[in-house]
């Protein structure tokens, strides 16, 4: 009789991770159909604004392969800002898959209830030319000023700038951090 009920409790603590990490993938909305670079969940932008850092996207991606996408999400879910930038990149697929070349930028706005929050995330092809310390650079010196005065185009449009920069080799990592304090 013990034995079946320890194979009963062994299966049920097999179990629940598997079922409650089916349950939270659904909290990570899906791609939209045709897919787009520029995804503005959480209604930041104009529908100008949008379309021109869309073009500006897609400009870069047809170019160079590396491809950045803009995601903006009113809430997340209970997740981590990383983990769930991490889980979108990946549902998404950002990026080339044998080159893992994607960048993400989420951005989880600010409302009454809670704090705004913000992560690039690249991939590991681009980890090299666009490293951690330097995506937390980019959101201290370019989005954040911007995104206090309310410009939150400008900040976005900004830091894909320089993500692109950055990206192509115009200049390095190192140089950003130099020039950015």
């Known amino acids: 009789m013990k034995t079946k009920h320890f194979l009963f409790l062994t299966a049920i603590l097999i179990l629940i991770p598997l079922f409650t990490n089916r349950l939270t993938a659904q909290d990570i909305p899906e791609r939209p159909v045709p897919p787009h670079l520029v995804n503005d969940f959480a209604g930041m932008f104009s529908s100008q604004e949008v379309s021109a850092l869309e073009q500006k996207l897609v400009a870069f991606n047809d170019s160079t392969s590396n491809q950045i996408a803009v995601v903006t999400v009113p809430s997340l879910s209970g997740y981590d800002i990383i983990d769930y930038a991490q889980r979108l990149g990946e549902k998404w697929r950002i990026g080339q898959k044998q080159l893992n070349n994607g960048v993400l930028i989420l951005v989880k706005p600010k409302t009454a209830d809670s704090g705004g929050q913000i992560s690039i995330t690249p991939g590991y092809g681009l980890e090299g030319a666009i490293p951690d310390i330097t995506c937390s650079q980019i959101i ?10 309310g410009k939150y185009f400008d900040g976005l449009n900004a830091a894909t700038n320089t993500l692109m920069s950055l990206a192509r080799g115009e200049y390095s990592a190192a140089d950003y951090g130099k020039n950015s304090q």
Do not use: G, Q, W
């Open 140 to 149: 201290d010196f370019e989005i954040l000023p911007a995104f206090r005065e």
